[in-house]
DNA sequence: TTGACACTTGAGAATGATTCCTACTTAATG
DNA sequence: CATTAAGTAGGAATCATTCTCAAGTGTCAA
C-alpha cells in the first residue's frame, strides 16, 4: 500500500522531469485525481476532488495544470472542439477528419469507411447504440506548411 | 435561380410545420447560413453571416434558434462534449461509448474494434494523419431506466 | 547546503460563450 | 381579422476559462 503511493510519485516526479516541468505537490494531487477519475472528469471536477486533499487550493491552479499537462502530452482531451458549439447540417451519417491545429472539420462520406461492428464490451454494459462515428485526427495542408515555414 | 430560392424557402417552409416550428425570416436565414457554411460553423460565424441579411438580429436570437433546431432534430452538433473540457489520462489508443443523455464517456479497448483503414478522400486532401478513434454514440443502461420510468 | 532565479501558487479581476429575462412583435389558427 | 401562443431584440446574468500580480517554492550550480 505505502509502497504503490510510494512508487506513484516517484514515477510522477520522473515524468515532470521528462517533461521539464518542476514537481509541486499540488501537481502530483492533479494529476492523481485525473489517473483516478475513469469518468473523464472536467477541471471542475478535479478541483472539488482535489480539494479534499488540499483545502486551500484555487481553481485556477487547476485550470493552469490541466493546461500545462495538455500541452506537455501528460494528458490528453476527449474531443478537441471543447470550447464552442460546432454545427452540422449534413444529417445522414458520416465521418470526419480534424485538423489538431486549426481544429478544422472534414467531412468523410459514410461510404468511403469500411463498416466497424459494435463491440462485445458495449452491450454487456446495457447499452444502446444508435451510431458511430470515425474521427481521424491529423494535420491539414494548411496547417503543416505554416509550421514548416517557421521551422 | 429564383426557382432554387423559393424551392430552398418552400423546404424549410415545410421543415418547420413538420417539427412544430413556427417559421420566421429569421430561423430561415439562421437554417440557410449553416447548411451554406461547409466548416461546421459556430453559432458566433453563424451570427456574422446572418447579420450580412438580418444586420437587425440579436446573437440571443441566433443562440436560441439553434438550440431550438438541436433540439427538434433539424440540425445536429459535431460533438456532444462542447462546453467544457474533459480530460483523458489513458494515453494509449482507445475508443469511446458515449451517452447522449448523460453526456458519460466510456472507454472501449482499441482490441476490441476491427482496424479501420484510412480514406482515400482524405490523403488527396493533402492530410497527414495521426490516429483515428471510433465514437460509438447511445444511451447508457441508467438513463434508459430513467427514462422509462417518466413516460 | 545555499543563494539566485525562474517557475508556481492563490486570489481575484477579466474575458468569452451561452442562457435568461422582459417588453414588444409577429405567425398560426379558426 | 382577432386571439393567442410563439418569437424577437437587447441587455443582464451565468458559467467556463484565462489573465494578472504579489508572495512563495523548486531547481541547479557553486
Known amino acids: 500500500m505505502l509502497d504503490m503511493r510510494t512508487q506513484a510519485l516517484d514515477n510522477f516526479r520522473r515524468r515532470c522531469k521528462e517533461h521539464g516541468l518542476a514537481f509541486t505537490f499540488q ?43 495538455l ?5 490528453k ?5 471543447h470550447g464552442s458549439l460546432r454545427l452540422e447540417s449534413n444529417m445522414t451519417p458520416h465521418h470526419h477528419l480534424v485538423c489538431s491545429s486549426c481544429k478544422a472539420i472534414f467531412d468523410i462520406d459514410e461510404s468511403a469507411v469500411e463498416p466497424v461492428h459494435l463491440p462485445k464490451s458495449a452491450l454487456l454494459k446495457g447499452f444502446s447504440i444508435d451510431q458511430y462515428r470515425v474521427e481521424f485526427v491529423g494535420e491539414c495542408k494548411k496547417c503543416r506548411a505554416a509550421r514548416r515555414h517557421k521551422s
Open 77 to 81: 482531451e476527449v474531443t478537441l472542439h
Open 71 to 75: 500541452d506537455t502530452g501528460v494528458l
Open 27 to 69: 501537481r502530483q494531487v492533479i494529476y492523481e485525481a485525473v489517473v483516478d477519475s475513469h469518468e473523464h472528469p472536467t477541471p471542475e471536477l478535479i478541483y472539488e476532488q482535489v480539494r479534499r486533499r488540499i483545502p486551500s487550493i484555487s481553481l485556477g491552479t487547476v485550470y493552469k495544470n490541466v493546461k500545462t499537462f
